[in-house]
């Protein structure tokens, strides 16, 4: 329990920080859509594995005090908006893989994306809400 929440607080922290740095603030106005969201490159699913992404699903399930982090399986209009601005920053492939963070209001949703063979879709991975 205490190696659990040592990690919590050292992924809160570390997302903390590359929010601070590297998120951008995307609009669509027509639909009124709005939000800071980043994407880092993580690697190729050939690389990394199919188990690690799987593994990422079972972890996150902690709840403290003012932060409530949870597992989504699926996300909003919005948050899917955003989500593919940020992927947009790159010129992806099939089966690479990205951390993505969004942040609306007062929280954010850190995702792991694995881009489908079609390079129009992916599959999302260990969704986590943080609300503080």
């Known amino acids: 329990m205490k190696k659990l929440l040592l990690c919590f607080i050292v992924v809160f922290f570390a ?24 994407a880092e490159y993580i690697g190729t699913l050939d690389y990394i594995g199919p188990h690690a992404c799987a593994g990422i699903q079972e972890s996150n399930m902690y709840k403290s005090g003012c932060i409530k982090v949870g597992h ?17 920053e790159y010129h992806y492939r099939a089966n690479e893989v990205y951390t ?29 809400y943080w609300r503080y």
């Open 100 to 128: 993505v963070l969004i942040l609306q209001d007062n929280q954010l949703l850190s995702l792991t994306a694995v881009i489908n063979k079609d390079r129009k879709s992916c599959a999302l991975y260990g969704g986590s």
């Open 15 to 38: 997302l903390s920080s590359i929010a601070a740095s590297d998120l951008k603030f995307y609009s669509d106005r027509q639909c009124g859509y709005s939000g800071y969201a980043m």
């Open 72 to 88: 989504c399986s699926k996300v909003s209009k919005q948050e899917n908006f955003l989500l593919w601005e940020a992927l947009d």
